[in-house]
């Protein structure tokens, strides 16, 4: 698989990264392993999962996926390999939604024991703390890292002048500071009064301050539940409005010229981005999984990049010449 810089490390991860959120949970212990199996044959490296995945399920109040990627990383052998992402900060069991120094500790050592590894390749800030002052977050993240624990950091549901700010304050301190972003990202944008709750969408400022700094974006949800793709998932309602419509229109096109489903178009268009941009796709069976790895042998024209590209402007001119 063709692999993506991650920001300024240096390093570079496969250009499709997996998530296992629901691995262990929704989707069962077998599946999970065939699915972290293929993906491990097409060439995937990087797998993405947090400490409270996916607690929020009725019946599951202990964290599945990171117990389950312990198994397989252990059974496979394969450890040394993948680059491992996880997340803290969002509330789960006990734990309140904080980036507060002494959770950092105690959850990178959870997480490490749940994963049954020394370190972690990339660990997020799941969330904004607006609570915590930014320095003593940066300053736990960099013990971590100082003690081995810890190797790269990302931010995920961060608002661009949070990561700047973040980021300025880990220059100006000799801190370790973020190298990717993992916001809400998909080819629809979400109407303008949309509300996710803690899931924030990637602002121009955000995008724009990622591509300066070279930092990655990680969309995930990309696919918003393969509804680009599948008569039964309908566009979600955030997202119903005519610039959408007309995207609609253009996916459903561009897919049926060159025989794809929708859903890997708009993986496609996302990889392509100009900007280091690594899908994080969730599937549940190996079917999707196929289809969602075959983007990345997707090649647009040019005039099917513009189109897909300059939709926001819907043919209409600047109002002013
Ligand atoms: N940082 C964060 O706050 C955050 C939040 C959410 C997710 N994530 C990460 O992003 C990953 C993906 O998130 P997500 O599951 O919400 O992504 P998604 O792309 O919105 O939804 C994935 C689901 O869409 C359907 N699907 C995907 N590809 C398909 C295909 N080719 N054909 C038909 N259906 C398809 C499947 O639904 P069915 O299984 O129902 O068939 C699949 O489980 C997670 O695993 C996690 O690692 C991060």
């Not at 973040?166 to 109407?191: H, K, M």
């Amino acid at each position: 698989m063709r692999t993506t810089p991650l920001g300024t490390t240096g390093e570079a991860v496969s250009a499709i990264c997996l998530g296992p959120m629901y691995f262990g949970s929704r989707v069962d212990r077998e599946t999970s392993f065939d699915l972290l199996d293929r993906y491990y044959e097409a060439g995937g490296r990087f797998l993405d999962t947090a400490n409270n995945y996916a607690t929020w399920l009725e019946g599951y109040d202990e964290p599945k996926s990171e117990p389950l990627l312990s198994d397989w990383l252990d059974e496979r052998g394969v450890r040394d390999e993948m680059t491992i992402a996880t997340k803290l900060g969002f509330n789960y069991g006990d734990l309140p939604q904080s980036l507060d120094p002494e959770l950092i500790e105690s959850e990178i050592d959870n997480s490490l024991e749940r994963l049954g590894i020394d370190t972690i390749d990339l660990l997020y800030a799941h969330v904004d703390d607006y609570d915590t002052p930014q320095e003593e977050t940066m300053r736990a993240f960099q013990r971590a890292i100082d003690a081995g624990k810890v190797r790269h950091l990302g931010a995920s549901n961060f608002l661009g002048w949070r990561l700047a700010r973040a980021n300025r304050i880990a220059d100006e301190q000799g801190l370790t500071p973020y190298q990717c972003a993992q916001p809400r990202f998909s080819y629809y944008v979400p109407n303008r009064d949309a509300d996710f709750g803690n899931q924030l969408e990637p602002t121009d400022e955000l995008l724009s301050y990622c591509e300066y700094e070279e930092l990655t974006v990680l969309p995930y949800s990309p696919t918003l539940s393969g509804c680009y793709g599948r008569d039964d998932r309908r566009i979600p309602s955030e997202y119903v409005n005519t610039e959408n419509r007309v995207k609609r229109d253009i996916v459903s096109e561009i897919a049926e010229r060159k025989g794809l489903n929708g859903n890997q178009v708009v993986l496609a268009w996302m990889a392509a981005r100009d900007q280091p941009t690594v899908p994080v796709i969730g599937v549940s069976t190996e079917a999707q999984l196929e289809q969602n790895l075959a983007a990345l042998d997707v090649e647009f024209t040019d005039e099917e990049r513009r189109r897909l590209d300059s939709v926001e402007t819907m043919g209409v001119f600047p109002w002013r010449e």
